[in-house]
């Protein structure tokens, strides 16, 4: 690991435990389209997709996928805030790691990120963070972590980013960047961390702005 500057977080399974409120969303879609409740397949696809992705994926095939499509779109999503959860350690982790490096966020999650990090009490900890709204091209395409190197002007080497899916890793590797996998040893990732806490103990104790 060379001398590091931006920390990039994923959002979903990393800062925020979301699955219980991902489901509830989704299948509150589908109850409205008269569909059954998602299957632990689909739950683990719409987890990390975006959801365009995720309902194109829960629609395909029905007459009504444009439909849903819309109604993602316009639908209220503070109803399902209640049920996120915040991954242990990662707010005492921010902290430490501020103000030596920058800290962003790079996830498919998308108009509900502004709302998730208010209702945690996270956007404080961030300098940037860039959801799919705001890219043409979401994960697996870079675009995202690119845009956060450009706008912290850093090297690939000089950023990790943390994520806890095979397309985090995908992404990393397009961009350049380190990996580091939270909680699923099965990645082959530049490092492995079990607690947010462990990356305190493996960063270079040199690096700064």
Same mark, same amino acid.
């Given at each position: ?15 925020? @435990?979301?699955?219980? %409120? ?59 805030? %209640? ?12 902290? !430490? ?18 709302? $998730?990090? #208010?209702?945690?009490?996270?956007? !404080? ?5 860039? &959801? ?14 690119? #845009? ?18 095979? $397309? @985090?890793?995908? $992404? %990393? ?10 909680? &699923? ?22 690096? !700064?702005?």
């Amino acid at each position: 690991m060379g001398p590091l500057k931006v920390i990039i977080y994923d959002c979903d399974g990393v800062l925020i @435990d979301s699955r219980r %409120s991902n489901a509830a969303f989704y299948n509150h879609i589908l109850e409205r389209f008269a569909l059954p409740p998602l299957s632990p397949r689909q739950l683990d696809f719409v987890h990390t997709s975006t959801a365009q992705e995720a309902i194109d994926h829960l629609f395909q095939g029905t007459p009504w996928r444009a439909e849903a499509q819309e109604y993602q779109r316009v639908m209220d999503n503070r109803p399902f805030l %209640s049920l996120l959860r915040l991954e242990p350690h990662i707010r005492e982790t921010l902290g !430490a790691l501020r103000p030596a490096y920058h800290t962003a966020i790079a996830t498919n999650r998308g108009k509900s990120l502004p709302l $998730v990090l #208010k209702e945690l009490g996270l956007q !404080a900890l961030f300098d940037l963070t860039v &959801n799919s709204y705001e890219v043409e091209r979401p994960k697996p395409h870079p675009e995202c972590l690119l #845009k956060i190197l450009q706008h912290f002007q850093v090297a690939p080497a000089e950023a990790i980013y943390i994520g806890d899916a095979p $397309v @985090d890793l995908m $992404v %990393s590797r397009r961009a350049g960047v380190t990996f580091g996998a939270y909680k &699923n040893p099965e990645l082959d990732a530049g490092f492995h961390l079990q607690d947010h806490l462990d990356l305190l103990k493996i960063l270079p104790g040199g690096a !700064a702005r």
